[in-house]
């Protein structure tokens, strides 16, 4: 079946470090992939998404690109924040669109 | 307000009393899921509905059921809990058009105990 694998946590990093998250997937087919961001207390809600080989998905200064050579979609961001610290969760949404896999989740904590 | 709500979202309660936890979506959405969450283990999905009366067990249906009478509602029923249901409990819907693109919106959880 489908799979996410997601780089251990946690993760802790200073104001404007940057930041990686490696996520590698394995699938059937062509799945969606998708990030997550779940801050405390609250729902997941989506950060950004790929449909499609090479495509990039951006939003709020994160990044990732979908890499099918290498099952990957590991996310970036360039320069953290305080207000970042949330887990993020790497996700695929199959072919026929039912089921849903998503990684273990990262707790991420950005220090002043 | 487009929403998932999600009720109760406390709730403790004992071993083998039969509970009901309700999703309600106001997006028209056709899809509609149940996920647990639990440490060290992500997001787990439990059932999933693509449409009115269409259900499908996800990865960890035992010991859940799920109906899908109506569009926007979605209730997870658990007949007899057991302390291994104890987790964190999100229902999420999505559009189904082009399904397999589509985000998929998350109610705020109902944090479950039974003891």
């Known amino acids: 079946g489908d799979s996410v694998t997601q780089m251990e946590g946690p993760v802790t990093l200073s104001e404007e470090a940057f930041l990686t998250i490696n996520c590698t997937y394995t699938a059937t087919g062509y799945p969606s992939l998708f990030w997550y961001v779940q801050y405390p207390g609250e729902g997941l809600q989506l950060l950004l998404k790929a449909t499609k080989a090479d495509d990039k998905g951006s939003n709020k200064g994160f990044e990732a690109t979908y890499r099918k050579e290498t099952t990957s979609f590991h996310l970036e961001k360039g320069s953290v924040q305080v207000s970042d610290s949330a887990v993020y969760f790497c996700a695929l949404r199959s072919t026929n669109a039912g089921k849903s896999t998503f990684g273990d989740g990262t707790t991420l904590t950005v220090k002043p | 307000e487009a929403q998932v709500t999600q009720n109760p979202r406390y709730l403790i309660t004992v071993t083998g009393k039969k509970l009901t936890v309700t999703c309600s979506q106001n997006?028209?959405?056709?899809?509609m899921s149940w996920y647990r969450q639990d440490p060290g283990l992500g997001l787990r999905q439990i059932y999933y509905s693509m449409n009115v009366e269409v259900t499908d067990k996800g990865d960890v249906p035992e010991g859940y059921k799920v109906s899908r009478k109506e569009k926007r509602n979605f209730p997870l029923i658990l007949e007899s809990p057991s302390p291994n249901q104890t987790s964190l409990y999100f229902c999420?819907?999505?559009?189904?058009?082009?399904?397999?693109?589509?985000?998929?919106?998350f109610g705020p959880g109902t944090r479950l105990t039974v003891l």
């Open positions: 997006m028209n959405h056709e899809y």
């Open positions: 999420a819907s999505s559009l189904m058009v082009l399904a397999g693109y589509n985000e998929q919106f």
